[in-house]
């Protein structure tokens, strides 16, 4: 079925690095992707969005590339901090579609070491 | 408007009695989402309101399951006869247009069924 996963469950990075998360999506119709953050016990936090018409779309420390291509999105996060521990999860949409509704994947776990 | 707001935050209820959720979006937003998330997974669609109109409700898991949005303002999702299967985070967000658009989420409600 058509779905949104990712390349890595977890991923642990010193305090102060850079940090990647990829996700990878199937459906070449979707043309709406976004990336939220999710503490524990929490609801998905909105991080960044990005529609297919870009490549690449920059906010507040973080950067969210998409490859249409080859069907890969990725969250850059700079000078990661302990706050930014947390489960990533990309989502997509197909915005001329009848649905409303995003799909998530399995969501990647960040873990920040002081 | 502080944000999506949801209630109860945590619910704890035998197998076999229904359970009422509720939602209330951000107020300007017409577009209201209900999700599901179990441990570990990201959320799963069950349905999703325009304004007071339910666009798509295949998702829902069983007729067991039900939403209304009656004055397209706060939402209600109830189960009726509880299994233990149905225990995880019920997640609501809504959005504004008409499109796939930013979607906030809000705390989510914990449900455990014994």
């Known amino acids: 079925g058509e779905s949104v996963g990712l390349h890595l469950p977890t991923l642990s990075v010193q305090e102060g690095d850079n940090s990647i998360i990829n996700c990878a999506y199937s459906?070449?119709?979707?043309?709406?992707f976004i990336w939220y953050k999710q503490e524990s016990g929490k609801g998905p936090q909105f991080i960044i969005d990005?529609?297919?018409?870009?490549d690449k779309r920059q906010g507040q420390r973080v950067t969210v590339l998409l490859n249409k291509t080859v069907k890969h999105l990725s969250l850059q996060i700079a000078a990661t901090q302990p706050g930014d521990s947390a489960v990533y999860f990309c989502?997509?949409?197909?915005?001329?579609?009848?649905?409303?509704?995003?799909?998530f994947g399995k969501g990647t776990k960040l873990s920040v070491k002081p | 408007d502080t944000g999506v707001s949801q209630d109860p935050r945590h619910k704890i209820t035998k197998r076999g009695q229904n359970v009422t959720f509720r939602c209330d979006p951000i107020?300007?937003?017409?577009?209201l989402y209900w999700y599901r998330q179990t441990l570990g997974q990201g959320p799963e669609f069950l349905t999703y309101?325009?304004?007071?109109?339910?666009l798509e409700k295949s998702r829902l898991l069983s007729d067991r399951f039900s939403a209304e949005r009656p004055k397209g303002s706060f939402s209600t999702l109830e189960i009726q006869r509880t299994e233990q299967g149905d225990s995880a985070m019920y997640l609501c967000?809504?959005?504004w247009g008409t499109g796939g658009n930013e979607q906030y989420f809000g705390p989510g409600t914990r449900l455990t069924v014994t």
């Open positions: 107020s300007e937003h017409n577009r």
């Open positions: 967000a809504s959005s």
């Open positions: 309101f325009q304004n007071e109109a339910q």
């Open positions: 989502a997509e949409n197909i915005q001329g579609g009848s649905q409303g509704n995003l799909i």
């Open positions: 459906n070449s119709a979707s043309d709406y």
């Open positions: 990005i529609r297919s018409n870009m």
